[in-house]
T-cell receptor, first 114, second 112 residues
């Protein structure tokens, strides 16, 4: 069974903390994505990666960075967490970025910044 | 500007009723996908449509891609409580400026 695993289901962090969200996929997919999902705003792309050590900014990259040192792992980093980063974070992977392929999602990490 | 308009935003119906959810745009899409997201989970792919006018059926769910590939619909017949969830459309915009674009979703509640 294909799987995208996010390291935490729930996280509570303090304002100003550095936060790491980890995502691992076991499908040997080239492409990995980080989204945040907020009520009324849908899924918004933060960053994506189409290869190891490669990354591209999505629609809302400000306040975030990413790391992809291995093909199966894609990390999202909040350099200095702020309350407006409280959200549901979803990681996804797919075989191809701009072709018709299925995206597989993790279960999400609900992050609360206090 | 929302490039992929999804409607309705919320829908609450009784078990056994039929419903239709729409995704509309002024842009042309190479393909369009429908996902369902259950509470506390990530979205899961239901279907991909790629040809204008295409109709696909998945048990009680019928998906249609518009002839001009600018819109799509999802029709559920005899809805069941297990259909409850957030339905999302994802389009791959055609042309030189290709981009994946998500609709905002339709939250469906089917009451027993």
């Amino acid at each position: 069974d294909v799987k995208v695993t996010q390291s935490s289901r729930y996280l509570v962090k303090r304002t100003g903390e550095k936060v790491f969200l980890e995502c691992v996929q076991d499908m040997d997919h080239e492409n990995m994505f980080w989204y945040r999902q907020d009520p009324g705003l849908g899924l918004r792309l933060i960053y994506f990666s189409y290869d190891v050590k490669m990354k591209e900014k999505g629609d809302i990259p400000e306040g975030y960075s990413v790391s992809r040192e291995k093909k199966e792992r894609f990390s999202l980093i909040l350099e200095s967490a702020s309350t407006n980063q409280t959200s549901m974070y979803l990681c996804a992977s797919s075989l191809a970025r701009l072709r018709v392929t299925e995206a597989f999602f993790g279960q999400g990490t609900r992050l609360t910044v206090v | 500007t929302q490039l992929l308009e999804q409607s309705p935003q919320f829908l609450s119906i009784q078990e056994g009723e039929n419903l239709t959810v729409y995704c509309n745009s002024s842009s042309v899409f190479s393909s369009l996908q429908w996902y369902r997201q259950e509470p506390g989970e990530g979205p899961v792919l239901l279907v991909t449509v790629v040809t204008g006018g295409e109709v696909k059926k998945l048990k009680r769910l019928t998906f249609q891609f518009g002839d001009a590939r600018k819109d799509s619909s999802l029709h559920i017949t005899a809805a069941q409580p297990g259909d409850t969830g957030l339905y999302l459309c994802l389009g791959l915009r055609a042309g030189n400026n290709r981009k994946l674009i998500w609709g905002l979703g339709t939250s469906l509640a089917v009451n027993p």
